[in-house]
């Protein structure tokens, strides 16, 4: 998991908007599989490991159902630790017939894919091995490539599904945005990632440290597509942990100077990217 660790910026939390809180605490907990760690009357925060947020649900005054063809979330990633894992998940999916939007092989990974009841997308998926994973003028090979069910199930030796493990983590995330070029340069030249592939003209795909990638992008929303309204259903923010204060620094100084908005809140960054993706940097404990 050194991918999600100093010395790479990486997506530790996500943050995010439901209509209905109670029907989100139930989801969460019992079909995805979190603790709750805390809550409000309109606010939660889940779990895997017993201490550290992975998820934050809110339910906003007047909130209104996710806006289509805006900008803002297209799913977020729960990353399992093993194979296995993922086949516990995924047959706990089947036997309680949850609906599932689909599941593929990308070669450097094995998703499956669904959205809460809210249309907040989600992906569940498990690295392969990276020794496995093929890399070209420096961009990796990814594909979207049928998923072996049976295999996956398989991998999960028909024992009993207790929830996350305590070693999951946020993955990455995926943004719907307005402008693809953009986007790419707030993200390289202001945040340090690099582009590690790019899928046609409407995607590509960010990382640092040679991961496949923790953030992804299109425009497969329409180019130009707006912000959503501040009380719909969707992305509220994510958290990047950066590896130390002097990139916090050095991050601030070249977001500035592509002209994005940088304000300090409680020791943290807050900034958001062109297409109103709000973002939280902080510094790895």
Do not use: C
């Given at each position: 998991?050194t991918?999600h660790?100093?010395?790479?910026t990486?997506?530790?939390?996500?943050?995010?908007?439901v209509?209905?809180?109670?029907?989100?605490?139930?989801?969460?907990?019992?079909?995805i599989g979190?603790?709750?760690?805390?809550?409000?009357?309109?606010?939660?925060?889940?779990?895997?490991?017993?201490?550290?947020v992975?998820?934050?649900?809110?339910q906003p005054?007047n909130?209104?159902?996710?806006?289509?063809?805006?900008?803002?979330?297209?799913?977020?990633?729960?990353?399992?630790?093993a194979r296995?894992?993922?086949?516990?998940?995924l047959?706990?999916?089947?036997?309680?017939?949850?609906?599932?939007?689909?599941?593929?092989?990308?070669?450097?990974?094995?998703?499956?894919?669904?959205?809460?009841?809210?249309?907040?997308g989600i992906?569940?998926y498990?690295?392969?091995?990276?020794?496995?994973w093929?890399?070209?003028?420096?961009?990796?090979?990814m594909?979207t490539?049928?998923?072996?069910?049976?295999?996956?199930?398989?991998?999960?030796?028909?024992?009993?599904?207790?929830?996350?493990?305590?070693?999951?983590?946020?993955?990455?995330?995926?943004?719907h945005?307005?402008e693809?070029?953009r986007?790419?340069?707030?993200?390289?030249e202001g945040?340090?990632?690099d582009?590690?592939?790019?899928?046609g003209?409407q995607?590509?795909f960010?990382s640092?440290?040679?991961?496949?990638?923790?953030i992804?992008?299109?425009?497969?929303?329409?180019v130009?597509?707006?912000?959503?309204?501040a009380?719909?259903?969707?992305?509220?923010s994510f958290?990047?942990?950066?590896?130390?204060?002097?990139?916090?620094?050095?991050?601030?100084?070249?977001?500035?100077?592509?002209?994005?908005?940088?304000?300090?809140?409680?020791?943290?960054?807050?900034?958001?990217?062109?297409s109103?993706?709000r973002?939280?940097?902080?510094?790895?404990?």
């Amino acid at each position: 998991m050194t991918f999600h660790s100093k010395p790479a910026t990486f997506v530790s939390q996500v943050n995010i908007k439901v209509e209905n809180i109670e029907r989100s605490i139930a989801f969460y907990e019992q079909v995805i599989g979190f603790q709750v760690l805390g809550r409000t009357d309109r606010t939660a925060s889940f779990t895997a490991d017993g201490q550290t947020v992975l998820l934050f649900i809110e339910q906003p005054d007047n909130v209104i159902p996710k806006r289509g063809r805006t900008t803002g979330l297209y799913h977020f990633a729960i990353l399992l630790p093993a194979r296995a894992d993922l086949g516990r998940v995924l047959n706990h999916l089947l036997r309680i017939g949850y609906p599932l939007q689909g599941g593929a092989d990308h070669w450097v990974s094995e998703a499956v894919y669904l959205a809460d009841p809210d249309g907040n997308g989600i992906e569940l998926y498990v690295d392969r091995p990276f020794s496995t994973w093929r890399w070209e003028k420096g961009e990796v090979a990814m594909s979207t490539e049928p998923l072996d069910v049976e295999s996956l199930i398989a991998a999960g030796k028909g024992e009993a599904w207790h929830g996350l493990p305590k070693e999951t983590l946020i993955g990455h995330i995926h943004l719907h945005v307005s402008e693809l070029k953009r986007a790419e340069q707030f993200y390289t030249e202001g945040l340090g990632f690099d582009v590690v592939n790019r899928y046609g003209h409407q995607a590509l795909f960010l990382s640092t440290g040679k991961y496949h990638h923790h953030i992804g992008l299109n425009t497969w929303n329409g180019v130009g597509a707006p912000m959503p309204p501040a009380n719909s259903v969707g992305l509220d923010s994510f958290t990047m942990m950066l590896p130390d204060e002097e990139t916090k620094e050095k991050v601030a100084v070249q977001l500035m100077k592509i002209g994005a908005s940088v304000a300090e809140e409680n020791g943290s960054l807050v900034t958001a990217d062109p297409s109103g993706n709000r973002i939280v940097l902080r510094v790895s404990p």
